[in-house]
């Protein structure tokens, strides 16, 4: 199978099998037209909702059954943020983690063209949710990780079975030498920008958007690391204009950890282009891109858009993953948290007003990471007898 694909930058087209990048250096994303485009008249809650915006596949098994995320209204975040927020969580997905939804599609595309292997590379949640997807259809995954990857990050993985690479040499040098490689071996490589990868993480927009529609929201907060999730957020955005149900579209805003933010250094130059950083430690590991591959088109996507990119401390970010439990019983990943802790800066510099809605996107679950934030003084313990003057204590 063969598709068309289309360079957000300069305009150029292109074919999947020529790669998944243009001449002028910038990604590729599939070519769509969205203009005869209307609301599915369906029950279907998965990503295939909006089958007419993706490849032509008849998904099976689990890439069925990924996206259709709930979306909480979160009013006690509010204050927080000066304005009515909301929370997509996409920890709901098969392996918890938005990549569901574009390993849904790769995996898709690679039975129906009858592809033996798939891989990416990744150093958590996408490595786990391609072996997923490729073990449900019967696939040989081959995931490239980093040598110094956590030993229960690589549990979580390789209890899919996938052949796993330890690779050694420089992890920003893997998403390029993949993608040479898979095509020589015969590896359908879908990385975190790839055009199948963004098509699939487009329907986190496209639900957003139908569940607001007409209007939409005023604005969505989402942490970045590759670009290829804020990419898809502003595809949907560009179809839904074109297809003329989209009048004021949203600003979307894009969140890092401040401890690696290559995009937001580059949005504060007012710079067109992202250069790569040297990364410190940050509890946000999942977004922690030096030389993220898609930088330029989040920059694009948030000039687009009116939105803004920003970094947010470690401080910041594990306060609002703990305001995120404790106000909205959501437990995410510590990267996912940068979301509100961006969105109470930005209220901070006046972004919002009480009438807006606001939208977070909870971008994974925090059950399959390590613990990295302290819950305070362990609970106390009380003999049962005692149990009424304890409770009295307590709730008084």
Same mark, same amino acid.
């Given at each position: 199978?063969?598709?068309?694909?289309?360079?957000?930058?300069?305009?150029?087209?292109?074919?999947?099998?020529?790669? =998944?990048?243009?001449?002028?250096?910038?990604?590729?994303?599939?070519?769509?037209?969205?203009?005869?485009?209307?609301?599915?008249?369906?029950?279907?809650?998965?990503?295939?909702?909006?089958?007419?915006?993706?490849?032509?596949?008849?998904?099976? *098994? %689990?890439?069925?059954?990924? +996206?259709?995320?709930?979306?909480?209204?979160?009013?006690?975040?509010?204050?927080?943020?000066?304005?009515?927020?909301?929370?997509?969580?996409?920890?709901?997905?098969?392996?918890? =983690?938005?990549?569901?939804?574009?390993?849904?599609?790769?995996?898709?595309?690679?039975?129906?063209?009858?592809?033996? /292997?798939?891989?990416?590379?990744?150093?958590?949640?996408?490595?786990?949710?391609?072996?997923?997807?490729?073990?449900?259809?019967?696939?040989?995954?081959?995931?490239?990780?980093?040598?110094? @990857?956590?030993?229960?990050?690589?549990?979580?993985?390789? *209890?899919?079975?996938?052949?796993?690479?330890?690779?050694?040499?420089?992890?920003?040098?893997?998403?390029?030498?993949?993608?040479?490689?898979?095509?020589?071996?015969?590896?359908?490589?879908?990385?975190?920008?790839?055009?199948?990868?963004? /098509?699939?993480?487009?329907?986190?927009?496209?639900?957003?958007?139908?569940?607001?529609?007409?209007?939409?929201?005023?604005?969505?907060?989402?942490?970045?690391?590759?670009?290829?999730?804020?990419? +898809?957020?502003?595809?949907?955005?560009?179809?839904?204009?074109?297809?003329?149900?989209?009048?004021?579209?949203?600003?979307?805003?894009?969140?890092?950890?401040?401890?690696?933010?290559?995009?937001?250094?580059?949005?504060?130059?007012?710079?067109?282009?992202?250069?790569?950083?040297?990364? +410190?430690?940050?509890?946000?590991?999942? @977004?922690?891109?030096?030389?993220?591959?898609?930088?330029?088109?989040?920059?694009?996507?948030?000039?687009? =858009?009116? +939105?803004?990119?920003?970094?947010?401390?470690?401080?910041?970010?594990?306060?609002?993953?703990?305001?995120?439990?404790?106000? =909205?019983?959501?437990?995410?990943?510590?990267?996912?948290?940068?979301?509100?802790?961006?969105?109470?800066?930005?209220?901070?510099?006046?972004?919002?007003?009480?009438?807006?809605?606001?939208? %977070?996107?909870?971008?994974?679950?925090?059950?399959?990471?390590?613990?990295?934030?302290?819950?305070?003084?362990?609970?106390?313990?009380?003999?049962?007898?005692?149990?009424?003057?304890?409770?009295?204590?307590?709730?008084?």
């Amino acid at each position: 199978m063969d598709l068309a694909l289309n360079c957000y930058a300069c305009g150029s087209d292109g074919q999947l099998a020529d790669g =998944t990048r243009c001449a002028c250096g910038e990604p590729y994303w599939l070519e769509t037209d969205a203009r005869g485009f209307e609301w599915p008249d369906t029950a279907e809650r998965s990503l295939w909702r909006y089958r007419d915006l993706l490849p032509p596949v008849d998904p099976e *098994r %689990l890439a069925a059954v990924a +996206g259709g995320t709930p979306l909480v209204r979160a009013s006690r975040l509010d204050d927080d943020v000066g304005a009515r927020v909301h929370v997509k969580y996409e920890g709901a997905n098969p392996t918890g =983690t938005f990549k569901d939804r574009g390993s849904a599609v790769g995996v898709a595309v690679a039975e129906a063209s009858g592809a033996s /292997a798939v891989g990416t590379v990744s150093h958590g949640n996408m490595a786990r949710s391609m072996a997923a997807h490729a073990a449900s259809a019967g696939l040989d995954c081959v995931v490239l990780v980093p040598a110094d @990857i956590p030993a229960e990050r690589l549990g979580l993985i390789a *209890r899919f079975d996938p052949t796993i690479l330890r690779v050694e040499g420089g992890y920003d040098r893997l998403y390029g030498a993949s993608l040479r490689v898979g095509r020589e071996h015969g590896v359908r490589f879908v990385n975190s920008d790839t055009p199948l990868r963004v /098509a699939g993480q487009q329907t986190t927009g496209l639900e957003i958007l139908e569940a607001f529609a007409p209007d939409g929201p005023d604005a969505i907060v989402v942490p970045v690391s590759s670009g290829g999730h804020a990419s +898809g957020l502003w595809k949907a955005v560009r179809e839904l204009e074109s297809a003329g149900h989209l009048a004021d579209p949203p600003a979307l805003y894009f969140v890092q950890a401040a401890a690696c933010a290559p995009i937001a250094e580059a949005w504060a130059r007012e710079a067109n282009a992202v250069a790569p950083v040297e990364a +410190g430690e940050t509890v946000a590991y999942s @977004i922690a891109n030096t030389d993220p591959p898609s930088g330029n088109r989040v920059l694009a996507a948030a000039s687009d =858009t009116g +939105g803004a990119v920003l970094a947010v401390d470690d401080d910041a970010i594990l306060a609002a993953r703990r305001t995120l439990a404790e106000r =909205t019983g959501l437990f995410v990943e510590s990267a996912c948290a940068t979301a509100l802790a961006g969105a109470r800066d930005l209220a901070a510099a006046g972004a919002f007003v009480p009438e807006d809605d606001v939208v %977070l996107v909870a971008t994974g679950t925090g059950f399959t990471e390590r613990d990295v934030d302290p819950v305070g003084p362990a609970p106390r313990t009380v003999h049962v007898d005692a149990l009424d003057g304890a409770l009295e204590s307590v709730l008084s």
